[in-house]
Nanobody
Framework: HVQLVESGGGSVHTGGSLRLSCAASGYTYSRRCMAWFRQAPGKEREGVAG?????????YYADSVKGRFTISQDNAKNTLYLQMDSLKPEDTAMYYC????????????????WGQGTQVTVS
C-alpha cells in the first residue's frame, strides 16, 4: 500500500513561485513512477510532470509548464517535489501527487495511488 501526502500549496500573484511537496510511504516498488497532476474546476485532471519508470528519458513535462516547472525527488526523504516558477492564473488548480510501479505516459489511468491534493491559486 502507498500513501501520498501533498503540501506547499497556497495563493500567489502572477509571476510568483511555489514548491509543492509529496511525502510518500509504502512499497518502493509501487512508486517507481511518480507524477504531479492538476485539476481546475470544470476541467479534467491533467498530467503536469512525471519522473521515473517507463517515461522517455525518465521525465515528462506538459507543454504548458515546460521551462517553468521542475519535478524532482529526494529518495532519502521519500519526497517528490514540484518547483513552480513564473506562475500564471491558468495554473490555478488542485494539484495531486500520484504513484505507480510503472508508467509509460502521465495519464490518470496509469496511476493507482493518489494523494488528496493541495490547492494552488494564482491571481
Amino acid at each position: 500500500h502507498v500513501q501520498l501526502v501533498e503540501s506547499g500549496g497556497g495563493s500567489v500573484h502572477t509571476g510568483g513561485s511555489l514548491r509543492l511537496s509529496c511525502a510518500a510511504s509504502g512499497y518502493t516498488y509501487s512508486r517507481r513512477c511518480m507524477a504531479w497532476f492538476r485539476q481546475a474546476p470544470g476541467k479534467e485532471r491533467e498530467g503536469v510532470a512525471g519522473l521515473g519508470g517507463g517515461l522517455g528519458g525518465n521525465i515528462y513535462y506538459a507543454d504548458s509548464v515546460k521551462g517553468r516547472f521542475t519535478i524532482s525527488q529526494d529518495n532519502a526523504k521519500n519526497t517528490l517535489y514540484l518547483q513552480m516558477d513564473s506562475l500564471k492564473p491558468e495554473d490555478t488548480a488542485m494539484y495531486y501527487c500520484a504513484a505507480a510501479p510503472w508508467c509509460g505516459t502521465v495519464v490518470t489511468s496509469s496511476f493507482a495511488y493518489w494523494g488528496q491534493g493541495t490547492q494552488v491559486t494564482v491571481s
